[in-house]
Each structure stands twice: as C-alpha cells, then as structure tokens.
C-alpha cells in the first residue's frame, strides 16, 4: 500500500530551527509537495522536490533523499505565524497526490 | 503568482438543498483538477479527480450522483452537492495542477448544512 508519515505535532520556540521530517513508501514517485495550512484555512504551497538534495526558499528549506524515501522541512528563525500544519504529499506513478495526515507546529514565546 | 479563485468562502444551507462550489484558475490552465473534503482536525479526504479534458474518477465511498463535479474547462470545475443534510456538513477545497511540479489550492468553501 502507500503510506506517507510524518509527526503529528511538534514544539519548538521563537527564532529557533525545526526540521519536520516525512517518509513515504509509494508506488512510483513523481516528486513530493509540502503545503502549509492554518487552522481554518487552505492549504498553501510551499516547495516542491523532484531530485536529491536541498532546496531553499528564504526561511524554509526542503530536502530530499529518494534512495531513503525521506523529507524533511526545516522552517529557520521561526516566528509565531509559523504555527499551522504542515502536510507533506507525495505525487505517485500515477500523478496522483498521497497526503500524509500533517503535522501541528506549536510555537512558543 | 498561480491564483485558484474559489467561491463561495462560506455557506449555509437548509437541510435537502442543492449547494455549487466553483473554482476557477485565474492566470493558468489547470492539466488536473482535486476536489477535497477536510473535516475539522483531520486530514485532506480526496473526493474526485479530473484530468485534463475527461471526466471526473471519484474515490470509493463517494457518491458522484450527490456530489455532482463539472471539468467545464481547463481553468473551471464546479462542485454541486445534491440535496444537502448535515453530515455533508465540512470544508471543500479545490486543488488545480499546473503540470507535475505544481498544484495550488483555492481558498475553501466552508459548508454548513441546518
């Protein structure tokens, strides 16, 4: 079956580093999405990877490593706006997007 | 940047009636068109999905005649839930794909069905 993981919720603090990692085992791979989505809200885009290695967009980053079916997003310098979910999907052989159930960033003072 | 246009934002609707979801991409042409249902505090649920020029392939467990989608174009899908009642009650988004390495979300219908 295809199956996406990633943290339910994670803490961290203002102006730190957190890594929210995602795994996937699916048929074929077609590149992996990250969105971030607030409560109530949207999802909106955050990058897209189809090759190893990192890819990085201001104060966030994403990285991948196919060999290891592994993600990660790495949010630096965090603020308190950067509480939200943040889902990891990963487009199949198909096209089709699998999501993973997201994970809760919580950040504190 | 890609902007999905997705109206009604909210909507509130009697118990047996017909509610239209339309979404519209305004500065691309859309090679797959997602419709999705979130319920509060959980995941994206995939209720149907159409690529370019065919008709829409629903999920198991969703019932097309009652959730009617309409691929009127490359940059427009609507979404008709047929004689609403309250567990049709959630949030719908819209998700359109711009090639392989891009897909952006409208902004969510909040449905509440009385």
């Known amino acids: 079956g295809q199956n996406i993981d990633q943290p339910t919720e994670m803490t961290a603090t203002e102006g730190a580093i957190v890594q929210i990692n995602c795994t996937y085992q699916?048929?074929?791979?077609?590149?992996l999405f990250w969105y971030q989505q607030h409560a109530g809200e949207a999802p909106t885009f955050l990058s897209y990877n189809v090759l190893d290695g990192l890819e990085e967009k201001g104060r966030f980053s994403s990285f991948l490593s196919r060999s290891k079916g592994y993600s990660y997003l790495l949010l630096k310098e965090l603020q308190m706006k950067d509480s939200a979910s943040y889902l990891c999907a990963v487009m199949d052989s198909n096209y089709q997007l699998i999501w993973g159930a997201g994970t809760k960033l919580i950040i504190k003072p | 940047g890609a902007v999905v246009s997705q109206h009604p934002s909210w909507v509130i609707c009697k118990s047996g009636t017909s509610v239209k979801i339309e979404c519209r991409s305004l500065d691309f042409q859309a090679t797959t068109m997602f419709w999705y249902r979130q319920f509060p505090k959980q995941s994206l649920m995939l209720m149907a999905t159409s690529n370019e020029g065919s008709k829409a392939t629903y999920e198991q467990g969703v019932e097309k005649d009652k959730f009617l989608i309409n691929h009127a174009s490359l940059t427009l899908s609507t979404l008709t839930v047929t004689s609403a009642h309250p567990e049709d009650s959630s949030f719908y988004i819209c998700?359109?794909?711009?090639?392989?390495?891009?897909?952006?979300f409208g902004q969510g219908t909040r449905l509440t069905v009385v």
């Open positions: 699916t048929s074929g791979f077609n590149g």
């Open positions: 998700l359109f794909g711009r090639g392989n390495t891009e897909a952006f």
